[in-house]
Nanobody, 118 residues
């Protein structure tokens, strides 16, 4: 896949919310409906797939975030969001996003740090 720039992270208390953004440059702009994925990696843990948005509009979420996180495409069509609510300390990680994801999680590129304090 192609890793894009993730932003929007920060420090919040447990139960709080954050919205992460993944912006495609002109070089990697979305053509039609994008196939995107969000990943995260916490210290000492493996990279994991958090959410997927397929080109047909269907979505998948890791069991640990179902019902709390939502992936969506912005109106400008060059941004994909990850809305995170009811955050938990175990959501603390560096979050990454990618276009046209491959079979394995990809935690590299410009990530954004999310820190949730309990």
């Amino acid at each position: 896949g192609v890793q894009l720039a993730a932003s929007g992270g920060g420090s919040v208390q447990a139960g709080g919310s954050l919205r992460l953004s993944c912006i495609a440059s002109a070089l990697h702009s979305f053509n039609g409906a994008p196939h995107m994925a969000w990943y995260r990696q916490a210290p000492g843990h493996a990279c994991e797939l958090v959410s997927t948005l397929r080109s047909d509009g269907t979505t998948d979420y890791a069991d640990s975030v179902k019902g709390r996180f939502t992936i969506s495409v912005g109106n400008a069509k060059n941004t994909v969001y990850l809305e995170m609510s009811s955050l938990k300390s175990e959501d603390t990680a560096v979050y990454y996003c990618g276009k046209d994801p491959g079979p394995d999680p990809e935690c590299w590129g410009q990530g954004t740090q999310v820190t949730v304090s309990s």
